[in-house]
């Protein structure tokens, strides 16, 4: 049984190694417990040492009677109590080491996955603050090339509108300049209309005296 256990403790410390360095060989063993760890494998893990923590206090209580042993007999030392203590000693001081060295098999297993998620989550992070940082780029390009469109429209906007203003202060001048124009021809209208009119008086006028002057001679 001895050299069982000092089989499994020498494996456990083989495999504690590979999980320390970054070989194939570390990722094989990963992957072994994930699959140890799908299914009945954690059951059957606990069970085993279940078992072994079991045989662990039956050694530590044969100990205990072995000394209480030498304790009622007055001190007297029995060899072969001796080697029964000494090898009760050795088989739980190995599976104490055993049951010590699976739980840090099962801690670095842990941890490396957990760190294995963390280096996934971080480069998919990266991955999306670059894949935002690159839209985000071309989110501003796209806004700078619409406002220099807009500024462009802007200025045309502002040119047009000086040239509609020109256009509205030469037409009010034309029309001011018409409008007394206007009343200039209304001003020569009423002259000339006056002028008709005293003319066509001085015509009556007229008119009457030859009237009067052929009636005169006719009598």
Known sequence: MIQLLFTVIFSEMAMILLFVFKT???????????????????????????????????????????????????????????????KHLLEATLMGSILFLGLMIDRLHHYIRELRVRRKTMEDVKKQNRSFEDGKVEETKALEAEASTLREKLQQLESELEIKTK??????????????????????????LEENQNLRSQLQSLDLRFSRSTSKKNT
Do not use: C, H
């Open 24 to 86: 194939p060989l570390r990722k094989l063993l990963i992957m072994s417990l994930d699959r140890v760890k799908r299914g009945r494998g954690p059951v059957m893990v606990k069970t085993v040492a279940g078992t072994v923590f079991v045989v662990l206090m039956s050694s530590v209580y044969s100990m205990v009677k072995i000394q209480k042993r030498w304790i009622d007999d007055g001190g007297a030392v029995n060899p072969t109590d001796q080697v029964l203590l000494a």
């Open 167 to 192: 256009e509205v202060n030469t037409s009010e001048a034309n029309a001011i300049a018409l409008s007394k124009q206007s009343e200039g021809f209304l001003l020569e209208y009423d002259r000339l």
